[in-house]
């Protein structure tokens, strides 16, 4: 569908729709999708298969230089490879998505992300290759001059709805005040933290997505790529 050139970033809460959208969006505009949560969660799933103290930033930055993490992208979505290995059921644990945003806190680590994530960006746009990368400090850290920046929101409630549903098509067991409870939480964290905070780019186009189907909410995205003349 796109012949131009283009990297589109996606921020947002837990649940708002962001991996949804990229992949969809990836798609119908041919571009690569980059999910850069899984890179987090692949470090914290090394940490703790090593039985790191997360408090312990040495210990931790220690992992993550001696780690190979990968991400390979699939018809449904993306694989999170660790030291070869898929890992991408693992990864969406809930004992993994405690641990997430204790290393996700991390400066010195998120600042290394970046690094690894702009390098993913640059890659992708020099081989002529347009780029859908999402997450929660895509539109403020990584792609700061991105083609159009994008982010989503929706009401908490429904958020922890569809997070359910996710957990419970990989097959894992929680209650609904469980995941309310942990998003509730994760938000928190997320918006709180010091290294690059979840906040909004005062250039971002905001879409709630509460009320949206997926292809509604893709469909105001293309309507706004074709407002800046990108598609």
Known sequence: MNEKVISVAIDGPVGSGKGTLAIALAKKINAL??????MYRELALACYRQKVNLEDEEKVLEVFNSISIELKQTDGGIKAILNGEDV???????????????????????????????????????SGRSIVMEG?????????????KIYLTADVKKRAERRLKQF????IEISFDDVLKDLE??????????????RISKDAVIIDTTSDTVD??????IEKLKEKNLI
């Open 168 to 171: 419970k098509e990989r097959g």
């Open 88 to 126: 991408s059921d693992e990864v969406f644990s809930p004992t993994i998505s405690k641990l997430v945003p204790v290393v996700a806190a991390i400066s010195r680590v998120r600042k290394e992300m970046v690094i690894r994530q702009r390098t993913m960006v640059k890659n992708a746009i020099d």
């Open 185 to 198: 939480k994760r938000d928190k964290q997320d918006t709180e933290r010091l290294a690059s905070p979840l």
């Open 33 to 38: 999708y980059v999910y850069t949560g899984a």
């Open 136 to 148: 929660r400090d895509i539109t403020t850290e990584v792609i700061p001059d991105a083609d159009i």
């Open 216 to 221: 509604q909410t893709v469909n105001k995205v």
